[in-house]
């Protein structure tokens, strides 16, 4: 009896780029219908993408520090002990690229990514920039795979009754990188529109990580009743929330790509710091706006995509 291929799939963060990667993850696994996929990602991705359609296995421990030499001798032991026929390296890093070195010359699997030697090497044209989902699916048609595939994330669900949410919602997203702080609309814009919001009947709930939750205090001291969920949030919850908001308005930041991945209205802010045809968010409905200082980004440049989203988002 023949044995199933064993693919590995290597992603190991961040947040936007894990959601980036969803439509080639199911493109992957329907190129390889009966195949044993593994992902090898990160522990705050681990359980999230345990629940996913795409894969049988997850491995969380794919990024040991480069001084963690006996975390170095697991990782490789357990790719080595993997059995894998082929590797899919989505990230695309220096470290992940080292990591074709971990398996012996002779029992290497095929590889599609960047490393030098790897079977199904994409090397991008010079001076050629894609955005990072297209960059993805140009990689994978080297190692023979055309098709897309559409992003479904029905598997990525939660129950949001113990937050109590009004009806009418709109996410606002006032985080990102903490160490590129140019990144961040200022919270003080925020609070500007979450009055706006507010004044329209439309309750803003900020949302962001436990580290994050700073941001949100100057913007519920400018809007009352916004409603705080920093830190309170899992990715099954933070994904329903996305399909039940209104609209979201945020940084270049993991949330964001969620966001407009879910089919929310999307509104996505950028600054110098990023550049939204190699990275911003994908889905039915994305805006973006740049501004080399955010902090000069007006608020009513902001306010008025929403007016023009799509569904009654400002109707009573």
Known sequence: MNQPERILIIKLSALGNVILSLGPFAAIRAHHPGADITVLTTPPYAGWLARAPWFDHVISDGRPAWWDFAGMLRLRATLRAGGFTRVYDLQTSGRSSRYFRFFRADQRPEWSGIAPGASHRHIMPPGAWLHDIDRQYAQLAVAGIAERAAVDLSWSAADLTRFAL???????????????????????????????????????????????????????????????????????ELTELTRIASVAIGNDTGPMHLAAASGCPSIVLFSHDSDPKLCAPRGPWVRTLRAADLSSLPIDAVSALIADAPGPILSA
Not at 204 to 229: K, Y
């Open 166 to 236: 009004p009806a009418r919602i709109a996410l606002l997203v006032p985080g990102s990188s903490a160490h590129r702080p140019g990144k961040r609309w200022p919270a003080s814009h925020y609070g500007g529109l979450a009055q706006w919001l507010a004044a329209r009947g439309i309750v803003p709930v900020v949302v962001g990580t436990g580290s994050e939750a700073p941001l949100a205090g100057p913007i519920v001291a400018a809007a009352p009743g916004t409603i705080d969920l920093t830190g309170r949030t899992s990715l099954p």
